[in-house]
């Protein structure tokens, strides 16, 4: 162990931590935009998290397993950051009366989740791309209302079905 502390190549790793937490603190600027208590500190360190453990599951891991000549399964860290943030998402959901509230979030929040596991096996424009992807969603659609539009649209259908 000394041995692989003394020769491993902190640099890359380092450069995927703080990649990640930026991405996911890019996520969660909207969240803090719209007031949401979940925002930019929340997502930046469950990207981070998320990308440690990645890492951590597929380079750590292994440089140790191929010493002693056992195999191993990185992506069962990765199922198991799933489910983790799987229940953290559902925390953040309420609801208030016939209302969902924080849906979004959970579904933001397990986004990047999944960023930060991106950068964390060196997927890195996969990872940009989808960050500006869940930017998108979450920023430019509710800028545009489209939500809104569209459940009116979908009332005022449902009305003049009722007419008829």
Request: charged residues 15%.
């Amino acid at each position: 162990m000394e041995n692989f502390l003394v020769h491993y190549s902190w640099s890359v790793p380092l450069l995927q931590l703080v990649l990640a937490a930026v991405l996911g603190g890019i996520l969660g600027l909207e969240r803090n935009y719209v007031g949401k208590d979940a925002g930019t500190r929340t997502f930046a360190l469950i990207s981070l998290g998320s990308c440690l453990l990645t890492v951590i599951s597929v380079s750590a891991f292994q440089k140790f397993i191929t010493t002693t000549g056992s195999s191993f399964d990185p992506s069962r860290v990765a199922s198991q950051i799933v489910a983790g943030i799987g229940f953290i998402g559902m925390a953040v959901i309420f609801r208030h009366g016939t209302n969902l509230e924080g849906v979004t979030t959970a579904a933001s929040i397990w986004v990047s989740a999944a960023i930060g596991m991106t950068v964390g096996v060196e997927l890195y424009i996969l990872a940009a791309i989808a960050t500006g992807i869940a930017f998108s969603i979450q920023g430019i659609l509710r800028m545009a209302n489209l939500e809104t539009r569209l459940e009116e649209w979908h009332k005022q259908r449902q009305k003049n079905a009722k007419k008829s």
